[in-house]
């Protein structure tokens, strides 16, 4: 499966909210448990949140206390990552990844992923 994300690229001010896109293609998206993954410069890639096939499961980094939302819609091969309250300490490059078997919130368990979009938040 071949990931694009989007979404990122522009400045968001701290407190606002802004919505990332994950489209996959190819027909088995829904065979796949999907998760987002950041990298702030300088540090490694870290856990943002997972959906599993169905989304009836989601699990988030304990961090982020309930300010970001993943969900997706297989219907159009598309995974969401809702980010609201945003801080300046959430600008990172935003992956997203995709993974069968169990979903995961480690990073080397994830088989593919996207390029990435950034995200910018100013204080």
């Known amino acids: 499966v071949q990931l694009q994300a989007s979404g990122g690229g522009g400045l968001v001010q701290a407190g606002g909210s802004l919505r990332l896109s994950c489209a996959a293609s190819?027909?088995?998206?829904?065979?796949?448990?999907m998760g987002w993954f950041c990298q702030a410069p300088g540090k490694e890639r870290e856990f943002v949140a997972a959906i599993t096939t169905t989304g009836g499961v989601t699990v988030y980094a304990d961090s982020l206390k309930g300010r970001f939302t993943i969900s997706r819609d297989n219907a159009e091969n598309t995974v969401y990552l809702q980010m609201n309250t945003l801080k300046p300490e959430d600008t990172a490059v935003y992956h997203c990844?995709?993974?069968?078997?169990?979903?995961?919130?480690?990073?080397?368990?994830?088989?593919?992923w996207g390029q990435g979009t950034e995200v910018t938040v100013s204080s």
């Open positions: 190819g027909r088995t998206f829904s065979r796949y448990h």
């Open positions: 990844a995709a993974k069968t078997g169990y979903y995961s919130r480690v990073k080397s368990d994830y088989d593919y």
